[in-house]
C-alpha cells in the first residue's frame, strides 16, 4: 500500500513537470501559448503573400495593360495563333474565302477584304499566293484601349503573289518568285468579354518588297 502511494506521488510531480513545460493552453481558454519566432526551413510561409516582380519583356512590349486585364494571357500562346493566322488569313483572301476572313477579321477589317476580293471577282481574275516561308514573327507593341486589347506583330517572309486571269495567265506579279515581305499586322480584343479570339484589325503598309499583287491588302495608308 505504501508503495503504492510513493508511485501516486512520483507520477503526480512527472505531470506537474511536464505541464510546466509544454502545457501553456493553446485554446480551449487559458494562457496563450508564447510563440518563438520561426525557424526557416526552406519552406514557404503559407500566410506570407508573394509579390510577383513585375516582367520587363511585358513592360517592354506594352503588355502589362493587357496581363493586368487578362491575367491568362500568355505571348507563347498568342504567338502560336497569330503565327497560324497568317497563313490562314493569306490563303483565305486568295481563295476568296469569306466566310474563313468573318472569323478572322474584324468587321472593319474584314470590309476592305470583301471590297477588295469584290474587284478581283469583277475581272475574272484570281489571286495565287504561295507561302514559302515565314522568317520572322515577333510582338512589335501593345496597348490597350477600354477593354479593348490590341496587339501588332511583325511579320517577315518569303512568298510568292500573282494575279491570274480567267485563262490562267499572269496579270499582275509572279507565281514563280519568291519575294521578302515585311508587315505589320495588329490584332485585337474585348479582354473584359466571352469571345476569347483575336482578330486582325489593321494591316500596315509592307517594307523592303517587290511584290505587284498585295496579298493582304492594306487597311492603314
Known amino acids: 500500500m505504501f508503495d503504492v502511494m510513493i508511485y501516486a506521488a512520483l507520477a503526480t510531480i512527472v505531470v506537474v513537470v511536464f505541464y510546466s513545460v ?4 493553446t485554446g480551449f481558454g487559458g494562457v496563450p501559448e508564447e510563440k518563438s519566432d520561426p525557424v526557416d526551413f526552406g519552406m514557404e510561409d503559407p500566410n506570407r503573400k508573394n509579390e510577383t516582380a513585375p516582367d520587363p519583356e511585358l513592360e517592354r512590349l506594352g503588355l502589362s495593360g493587357i496581363t493586368r486585364l487578362d491575367p491568362s494571357f500568355s505571348i507563347s500562346h498568342f504567338m502560336t495563333g497569330a503565327t497560324a493566322a497568317y497563313s490562314m488569313i493569306l490563303e483565305a483572301y486568295a481563295s476568296g474565302d469569306r466566310e474563313l476572313l468573318k472569323d478572322l477579321l474584324t468587321p472593319d477589317t474584314f470590309g476592305i477584304y470583301d471590297d477588295a476580293i469584290t474587284a478581283r471577282e469583277a475581272k475574272a481574275q484570281t489571286q495565287v499566293t504561295d507561302l514559302g516561308r515565314l522568317r520572322r514573327a515577333s510582338i512589335k507593341a501593345a496597348r490597350t484601349e477600354g477593354s ?16 491570274m486571269d480567267k485563262d490562267g495567265a499572269v496579270v499582275m506579279g509572279d507565281p514563280d518568285v519568291l519575294s521578302s515581305v ?37 487597311t492603314t495608308a
Not at 509544454?22 to 493552453?25: I, S
Not at 479593348?148 to 494575279?163: F, K, P, R, W
Request: glycine fraction near 8%; hydrophobic fraction near 35%.
Open 22 to 25: 509544454l502545457g501553456k493552453q
Open 148 to 163: 479593348i486589347g490590341h496587339i501588332q506583330v511583325l511579320y517577315e517572309a518569303d512568298l510568292t503573289s500573282a494575279l
Open 182 to 218: 515585311s508587315e505589320v499586322w495588329e490584332f485585337e480584343r474585348d479582354l473584359k468579354g466571352d469571345d476569347m479570339n483575336w482578330r486582325l484589325s489593321a494591316v500596315e503598309p509592307s517594307e523592303g518588297d517587290a511584290l505587284e499583287a498585295d496579298p493582304s491588302p492594306d
